[in-house]
């Protein structure tokens, strides 16, 4: 590839036992794309079996890809961080996390694809990123600030106010498990607990700027593709308005950023990721509160136990909503992981499990201002490790493990898998989606929502209409695995997945997408013709080496299974409790007889699930199968 487009070409190194710098070549995992996918394949070749989350030799592998740092391409404003996780439950295990905002855009400005960052640091650092020009700078008076007022002191060190930082907050400099890794107001890598990482590495926070731009092969075919995408994909909002956002054409922007904040009066304006349309996310100013300003996304999300009708009438306030969404950025906490944890603390409050004399806190949601106060103990308490915020800085996983008997029985009524706190698992393909994945599978991987009763959208998309049931077995390993193949190009190119893929839309005649854009994206951004069966192909061989990568580090088919509960009784659709309805319980029998057809569908063994030596090498990852063969995981044929 004499002349990239697309890509910017390096992918910055920096290992900080040694304070070395230097540089890859992009094009030695161009067929891997990007974002994830050249994440995980330098994670297959570096990082050793085995390695624990807290470990020198774990990586931080910060991944943009082609689309990205294209301003006109909607969504693309993307990137990717995996390594080995302290969150995921009941063993570390290499996971992935996205963001949006500005960030990524800026890294490939100053001319990279992607940066990985191993060793550790022996006192605090930071990177400072200019046009590839790489410093590790001190940290150690930034040590202990939270993630607004890291970002504030590194703006006015370096005298940059163009200048993006993800950063850590206390809850990664402690160790909590799920702590994020920060930027602006609300932006963040959550899931995974990345933050955490970077705290064990002495690294407080990596701050970029650029000056660069990316070549485009086709900018006039680019921009008609940009035209027609933009056409059916994003009528719903208006950017930088709230007017009629309230109104059934604001459904998905009100769901999305707090639909009652807005109402409330304090949003002022929708907001977006670097260059995309969509503006899903909003601006707010909650005044009275505690950094009253800044981004919001999916806040009444975030804390559904706000407006529970089950909540015995008590719900929180909405400052105090925000305050609890401030409070987890600022100390750079995963607040999903909190949402799920509020539940869990709440009924083992009503059922005796924990006392308040055991665990002193101020009153528990009780509809006043004591909800800000509890919600500041609690996550304090969490941040910094103190009293009985010290366990649950282990996350509600271990935590309840650690508790026994009811304690887990609560947290399974709230959390589906891996130790992660549910997000969407109304149907029986989203919760076999969970099991086969190591983390919550929704951040990429909403697909199915689109065509989930909606016949026409689920035979469009998946070629059956026996999709758009959410209680079916039958069409589930078909079905998934499309969705798990277009879930890996998004997190490959990358793209948001609000935006693509187009199933359903309100804005053609027959109310279908096109399933193709993101590949007439990529084409005349890159100049490569992959057709969209060779962007699948790549996106197949990058799930199949993450299962490699699984399997290397002892994965096999009971572990592809979510809590016992949900085979036991029925469980809340969205254990986030936006909707408070139930599924299930799944059928053990017919849940066995799907995991069957589903490994046959990927090429794996059925009975280990493991990927097997043909599929490997169909997908061209002959090495990949020569070393799972020596460690004796590698199945000959289905």
């Known amino acids: 590839?004499?002349?990239?487009?697309?890509?910017?070409?390096?992918?910055?190194?920096?290992?900080?036992?040694?304070?070395?710098?230097?540089?890859?070549?992009?094009?030695?995992?161009?067929?891997?794309?990007?974002?994830?996918?050249?994440?995980?394949?330098?994670?297959?070749?570096?990082?050793?079996?085995?390695?624990?989350?807290?470990?020198?030799?774990?990586?931080?592998?910060?991944?943009?890809?082609?689309?990205?740092?294209?301003?006109?391409?909607?969504?693309?404003?993307?990137?990717?961080?995996?390594?080995?996780?302290?969150?995921?439950?009941?063993?570390?295990?290499?996971?992935?996390?996205?963001?949006?905002?500005?960030?990524?855009?800026?890294?490939?400005?100053?001319?990279?694809?992607?940066?990985?960052?191993?060793?550790?640091?022996?006192?605090?650092?930071?990177?400072?990123?200019?046009?590839?020009?790489?410093?590790?700078?001190?940290?150690?008076?930034?040590?202990?600030?939270?993630?607004?007022?890291?970002?504030?002191?590194?703006?006015?060190?370096?005298?940059?106010?163009?200048?993006?930082?993800?950063?850590?907050?206390?809850?990664?400099?402690n160790r909590v498990r799920f702590a994020s890794v920060m930027s602006d107001t609300g932006s963040a890598f959550g899931q995974g607990g990345f933050g955490a990482v970077m705290g064990s590495k002495n690294l407080k926070a990596i701050t970029v700027r650029g000056s660069g731009g990316v070549s485009i092969a086709k900018p006039e075919e680019l921009l008609s593709i940009v035209k027609y995408a933009n056409s059916i994909v994003f009528g719903i909002c208006t950017p930088g308005s709230f007017e009629g956002q309230t109104g059934p054409e604001g459904k998905l922007w009100g769901l999305n950023s707090g639909i009652a904040l807005a109402e409330a009066g304090y949003g002022k304006h929708s907001d977006a990721c670097r260059g995309c349309a969509k503006g899903c996310r909003g601006y707010f100013t909650v005044p009275g509160v505690p950094t009253g300003h800044g981004q919001g996304m999916c806040v009444q999300w975030f804390y559904g136990i706000a407006r529970d009708p089950s909540n015995d009438g008590v719900t929180m306030g909405d400052k105090a909503t925000w305050l609890a969404k401030s409070l987890g950025d600022t100390l750079g906490i995963n607040v999903v992981e909190i949402s799920g944890m509020l539940f869990w603390l709440r009924d083992a409050l009503k059922e005796g499990i924990i006392t308040e004399k055991e665990h002193p806190m101020p009153k528990f949601l009780g509809g006043t201002t004591d909800d800000e106060a509890f919600l500041t103990t609690l996550m304090e308490g969490i941040a910094y490790r103190k009293g009985f915020g010290d366990l649950l800085a282990e996350g509600t996983a271990r935590a309840a493990e650690k508790m026994g008997g009811k304690a887990w029985d609560i947290y399974e009524r709230?959390?589906?898998?891996?130790?992660?706190?549910?997000?969407?698992?109304?149907?029986?393909?989203?919760?076999?989606?969970?099991?086969?994945?190591?983390?919550?599978?929704?951040?990429?991987?909403h697909d199915y929502l689109y065509g989930m009763n909606n016949p026409a959208a689920a035979e469009f998309a998946w070629g059956t209409k026996d999709a758009a049931d959410p209680e079916s077995y039958?069409?589930?390993?078909?079905?998934?695995?499309?969705?798990?193949?277009?879930?890996?190009?998004?997190?490959?190119?990358?793209?948001?997945?609000?935006a693509f893929p187009v199933i359903s839309t309100p804005f053609t005649a027959n109310g279908l997408g096109d399933m193709e854009l993101p590949m007439k994206i990529f084409q005349p951004t890159t100049g490569l013709d992959l057709g969209e069966q060779g962007l699948r192909k790549a996106a197949e061989a990058v799930f199949n080496l993450l299962r490699a990568i699984a399997v290397?580090?002892?994965r096999t088919r009971e572990q592809d299974t979510v809590y016992k509960s949900k085979f036991d009784r029925a469980f809340f659709r969205n254990g986030m409790a936006r909707?408070?309805?139930?599924?299930?319980?799944l059928d053990k029998e017919k849940w066995e007889k799907m995991k069957d057809n589903f490994y046959r569908e990927c090429g794996w063994d059925v009975e280990k699930g493991w990927p097997t030596e043909e599929k490997l090498r169909e997908l061209d990852l002959a090495d990949v199968a020569e070393e799972l063969k020596k460690l004796g995981k590698l199945p000959s044929s289905i």
């Open 414 to 445: 709230y959390f589906m898998a891996h130790g992660m706190h549910t997000h969407w698992a109304d149907s029986v393909l989203g919760c076999l989606q969970w099991a086969m994945d190591s983390r919550d599978p929704f951040a990429s991987g």
């Open 579 to 585: 909707m408070f309805k139930m599924f299930g319980p």
């Open 474 to 498: 039958d069409h589930v390993p078909q079905t998934l695995t499309i969705i798990e193949h277009n879930r890996m190009y998004k997190d490959m190119l990358p793209l948001c997945d609000f």
């Open 1 to 173: 590839m004499s002349k990239t487009h697309g890509w910017v070409g390096k992918i910055l190194r920096v290992d900080l036992t040694t304070r070395s710098i230097s540089e890859i070549d992009t094009t030695k995992y161009a067929r891997f794309i990007g974002g994830l996918g050249i994440g995980a394949r330098i994670a297959w070749e570096e990082i050793p079996p085995g390695t624990g989350p807290f470990d020198a030799e774990n990586m931080l592998l910060f991944m943009t890809g082609p689309l990205g740092g294209i301003p006109i391409v909607p969504g693309a404003g993307r990137g990717s961080l995996c390594g080995v996780s302290p969150h995921v439950h009941p063993k570390p295990s290499f996971t992935y996390s996205n963001m949006g905002g500005d960030w990524p855009t800026e890294l490939k400005f100053a001319g990279y694809d992607g940066l990985v960052v191993q060793g550790s640091a022996d006192k605090p650092v930071y990177l400072w990123i200019s046009d590839r020009n790489v410093e590790i700078k001190d940290a150690k008076h930034l040590w202990g600030l939270d993630t607004y007022e890291t970002q504030k002191r590194i703006i006015s060190e370096l005298e940059n106010r163009d200048s993006r930082t993800v950063c850590i907050g206390p809850a990664g400099e």
């Open 552 to 554: 290397r580090d002892g």
